[in-house]
C-alpha cells in the first residue's frame, strides 16, 4: 500500500505541474487581486480535483467515457466559460489603457467570487474527469478496498495540488507590488486573456 501511495504521490505532482487553464486564472487572480483572492481561486480550484475524484471514485465521471453526448456538452460548456473570462479580462485590459473610465473591475474581486472561479474553471473540464477516472483506478494495490482506497487517494490529489499552487501564489503575491503597476497589470490582463480563450478554443474544437 505504501508503495502505490508514494507512486501516486509523484504522479501526481508531476500533474499539478502541467499548466492549464486552472494555472492561469489562479496567477491572473494571485498578481491582479493579491495572495488572499488568488489562495481563495486555489481552493476553488482544489475542491473541482476533489469532486472529480469523489466523481470517479463512485464511477460519475465514467458517464464521461461512455456517453460522446455528455462529454461533448461539459466540453462545450467549459469552452465557452474560458471564452467569456478570456474576452472579460481583455475587456478589463482595454478598460485599463483608458483612465477615464474608472478602476477595472479586476481591482475588487470577492474572494467568494474567486474561489467559484477556480471551482467552476476546474469542474467545467471534462478532461479532467477522464483523467480521474483512469488515473485513480491504476494506483489501488490488489487486493485494497476499492472505494475506501480511490476515497483516500482523491483527497490526497487535492492535497499535493494545493501544495504546488501554494509557493506560486505567494511568489505572485510577492511579485506584486511591480505587477501591480497599471502598464504591467494591462499586459498581464492582456496575456492571460489572450490564453484564456486560446485554452477555450482548442477545448471546444479537439475531438
Given at each position: 500500500?505504501?508503495?502505490?501511495v ?6 501526481a ?6 499548466p492549464?487553464?486552472?494555472?492561469v ?6 498578481v ?15 475542491c ?9 471514485a463512485?464511477?460519475l465521471s ?10 461533448d456538452?461539459?466540453?462545450?460548456a ?18 485599463a489603457g483608458?483612465?477615464d473610465?474608472g478602476p477595472?473591475?479586476t ?5 467568494r ?6 471551482l467552476?474553471t476546474?469542474f467545467?473540464?471534462?478532461k ?12 489501488v494495490p ?9 476515497l483516500?487517494?482523491s483527497?490526497i490529489w ?5 501544495i ?22 494591462r499586459?498581464m490582463?492582456q496575456?492571460s486573456?489572450?490564453?484564456l480563450?486560446?485554452l477555450?478554443?482548442r477545448?471546444a474544437t479537439?475531438?
Open positions: 500500500m505504501m508503495t502505490s508514494v507512486a501516486f504521490v509523484g504522479a505532482f508531476l500533474i499539478a505541474m502541467a492549464g487553464p486552472s494555472t486564472v489562479i496567477l491572473r487572480r494571485a491582479v487581486n493579491g495572495r488572499r483572492t488568488g489562495m481563495a481561486t486555489v481552493l476553488g480550484n482544489e473541482g480535483v476533489l469532486l472529480w475524484g469523489l466523481a470517479a463512485f464511477g465514467a458517464v464521461l467515457l461512455a456517453s460522446q453526448v455528455a462529454y456538452v461539459t466540453r462545450i467549459g469552452a465557452a466559460m474560458l471564452v467569456w473570462m478570456g474576452a472579460r479580462a481583455l475587456w478589463q485590459a482595454r478598460r483608458q483612465p473610465q477595472a473591475e481591482a475588487a474581486v470577492s474572494l467570487r474567486a474561489y467559484w472561479q477556480g467552476v476546474n467545467a473540464n471534462p479532467a474527469g477522464v483523467f480521474a477516472v483512469s488515473f485513480l483506478p491504476q494506483f490488489h487486493g485494497a478496498p476499492v472505494l475506501p482506497t480511490l483516500a487517494f483527497v487535492a492535497v499535493v495540488d494545493l504546488w499552487y501554494l509557493p506560486l501564489v505567494w511568489l505572485a503575491g510577492r511579485a506584486g507590488g511591480v505587477l501591480q503597476r497599471q502598464s504591467v497589470r499586459r490582463e496575456v486573456g489572450v490564453l480563450v486560446g477555450g478554443v477545448l479537439e475531438s
